[in-house]
């Protein structure tokens, strides 16, 4: 029996890991044992994904979360490392690039347990996100390397891993398969009656919130597309709500709280475009045929960018607004193939079986 140690703790992992997961159950041979670091802990953040998807309770919860950054992943670092030392797993599985990521990877590196890293290989190119740090370290400290794209290979590669006693595997994108799994489940969420074609919006990265004079430009922009364009619907991130209450930034648009994800799906279902800055809904705009317009300078997902069905806008109040009104309800090209199609947990699991550890 191969023994899976998974770390996890914020909001995307949990979707990511929620179709893994389930392949790891289905699979004889393995077992998993799923820490929850306590990054995103807020029922809705945390608890109704858990509850949603079909994922049994984590089975140790460290509840670790806010302070500074090096903090955060330094007391996560420490908790992990107790679980790994009693539980003594053959591989441990993380995802992404948080700090939950950053801390599961070093802990098992540090006592020679090899890492396997969901999304490994992406890159923004741009060293002042924190995700960036995450992914690049996690990146090295891994023997298997669970690529989503050929971007995210060809990245390896140009970085000089295929020299390293590593494995690259692309696999596809594992959001991909999650979106086609809960497709069917989505429902609405209870916000009244608001028809098709509205802007589903969310804004949560550091380079947007902590920064007053972008936060404002995007306040602009959504106050703007509300009253002249569609609806604007926005479930407001926790951490956004906070910095924006603060700063004193008024939001006339349609503000609900975190949905869960088959709600989430809901609305990607009847919007007529995405407005965000986050990486997961890039895609999941895509997977439900939806333009995308993207409030950030670079995108680790170039291809979506290339294939004309994202716009990178940055923080600009105007072109946000130009770009929400040239592209909204625009059809767009699918080509599914190019996330994997649906299988990348399928092959994640089946490599992890195969690997001699
Ligand atoms: N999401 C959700 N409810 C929300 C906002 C986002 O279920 O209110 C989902 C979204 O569909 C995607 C994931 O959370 O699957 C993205 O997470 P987030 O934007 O927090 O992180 P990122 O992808 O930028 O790392």
Known sequence: MKKIVTVLGARPQFIKASVVSHAIAQTPGLT??????GQHFDANMSDVFFAELGMSKPDYFLNIHGGTHGAMTGRMLAEVEKVLLEEKPDVVLVYGDTNSTLAGALAAAKIHIPVAHVEAGLRSFNMAMPEEINRILTDNISKILFCPTE??????HSEGFTKKPVSIAQVGDVMQDAAIHFANRSKMPEIGNVGQGFVLATVHRAENTDNPENILNIANAINKIHQEIAQVILPLHPRTRNLIQKAGIELNVKII??????EMIGLLQECGLVLTDSGGLQKEAYFFGKPCVTMREQTEWSELVEMGVNVLVGTDTKIIINEVKENIDRQIADDMSVYGGGKASERIVEKIKSLSL
Not at 32 to 37: A, D, F, I
């Open 32 to 37: 998993e044992v799923v820490v929850h670091t």
């Open 151 to 156: 971007t995210a290979v060809k990245n390896l």
């Open 257 to 262: 709280d975190p949905v869960g994800y088959l």
